[in-house]
């Protein structure tokens, strides 16, 4: 069910690390993807033309392409440097595939990659159809917010599959964004790049990227209470993180959503300057309910009670899995509090006490989590970091290792990740 492939020989200068894991499901095969170039070259566009090669030459292992990718993104040490570098790797290299029309809009933020001299990190999601006629992707761009080069890149990718119960979606969903009012028979699910907000301040700022979120949704079809996953990137976290909190809270009042997406918030430099905020999400649509249950585990409280509106986690039941989305996760106790102030090994064992906590609910351990992400305040600390992953068994798949100040000044580490089991093992 699921495949772990190691990376490349990093005496190469030009070597890049990759991890796989595969999901078999019903529908499709899921591939959470990292490529983390750890050769010895500084240059930032030899280490994305390591990435993009390692990222084409793992996808053809795959039988797939870049056409199957659902979303991709960029973590890079300096964004207003490296991403032009990085963007244009990206291009010739997609031009030499012929695969230039396949590929989806990337997101990127900058989140230093943590490893000597890595400039850019890689991580994607590809979904391959078992059956490729019963699939179809479509990518839809939207009117941006303002007119900077990061808003002219705003889009998503919108992958259709057969919804739970059927073989295939009719001939007129194949291939084609169905006209809106028309509700395919076909599981719809969205991945955007980064969404921006404008406004004067951080809270006007704010609750403009979730006004623009919502107005992209619509043009899909879909609705904010659709959306299962979010992260939010704040440039200065210590400076607006209450705005972001505040502005979310009036958005999902308005909306009525009482069931919160899980969601990571987290210090991120957005590109270009003229934003403060920026954020990415998943959501998903189907023509039956489906089945939406919120995480929660004795060892935390609800992120709500002090004023952060997400969900600790979501569990959704849908056509290829069932799949456990864990929310941003620390050293935080059942009233909210940090927990082993100033000990970074203490903290991470306890965010990861956490995350198998939230899993162990569902029936999931860390054998079944697929992808995450791991932000650190210091790097310094990652050889610790490192050595408790191993010790607790939460490695062998693709986790960026990121610097990112995070939404406490006492907090040290955060993790997120996403589990995944076969709907019947999972009793949907």
């Not at 623009?212 to 609705?223: F, H, I, N, S, V």
């Not at 029936?363 to 490192?386: E, I, W």
């Amino acid at each position: 069910m699921i495949a772990t492939s190691p990376g490349s020989d990093v005496g190469d200068p030009s070597a890049c690390a990759t991890v796989l894991r595969r999901f078999a499901g019903p529908a499709a095969d899921e591939l959470a993807i990292l490529c983390r170039p750890e050769g010895r070259s500084p240059d930032t566009a030899h280490q994305a033309e390591a990435a993009y090669q390692a990222l084409a030459a793992l996808l053809a292992a795959q039988q797939a392409s870049f056409r199957d990718l659902a979303s991709e993104t960029l973590f890079l040490r300096d964004v207003r440097h490296d991403l032009p570098l990085v963007l244009d790797v990206r291009t010739r290299v997609l031009a030499d595939l012929g695969q230039s029309a396949g590929a989806p809009l990337p997101a990127f933020i900058q989140q230093a990659p943590i490893g000597q001299g890595a400039s850019v990190e890689l991580s994607a999601l590809a979904v391959v159809p078992r059956h490729r006629d019963a699939w179809s992707v479509r990518d839809v761009r939207v009117t941006p917010s303002c007119t900077c080069e990061g808003c002219a890149r705003t889009g998503a990718r919108l992958i259709f599959l057969p919804a739970c119960g059927t073989l295939r979606p009719p001939a007129t969903q194949r291939g084609a964004l169905p006209p809106k009012g028309r509700r395919p028979q076909a599981q719809t699910s969205l991945y955007t790049t980064n969404v921006y907000g404008a406004g004067g301040d951080a809270s006007e700022q704010a609750l403009d990227m979730f006004l623009a979120a919502e107005r992209l949704l619509d043009q899909c079809g879909m609705e904010f209470r659709d959306v299962v996953r979010t992260w939010i990137y704040v440039r200065d976290i210590d400076r607006d993180y209450d705005a972001l909190n505040t502005a979310r809270r009036q958005f999902f009042r308005r909306c009525g959503i009482e069931l919160r997406p899980a969601s990571t918030g987290v210090q991120g430099v957005p590109f270009p300057d003229a934003h403060d905020f920026s954020m990415s999400l998943w959501a998903v649509k189907s023509p039956r309910p489906l089945d939406v249950t919120s995480l929660s585990a004795p060892t935390l409280n609800e992120a709500w009670s002090y004023g952060a509106d997400f969900s600790r986690g979501l569990r959704i039941a849908e056509a290829n899995k069932v799949a456990l989305y864990v929310s941003g996760t620390a050293s935080i106790d059942d009233a909210g509090r940090t927990v082993h102030v100033g000990n970074f090994e203490a903290q991470a064992d306890r965010m990861l006490h956490n995350i198998a906590a939230l899993l162990a609910q569902q029936g999931a351990t860390f054998a079944n989590v697929v992808s995450g992400v791991t932000y650190l305040k210091n790097p310094s600390d990652v050889p610790v970091l490192r050595s408790v992953f191993r010790e607790r068994g939460f490695d062998g798949f693709p986790c960026a290792l990121l610097e990112a100040p995070l939404c406490r000044s006492d907090l040290l580490c955060e993790a997120e990740a996403v589990a995944m089991l076969p709907r019947a093992t999972a009793g949907a």
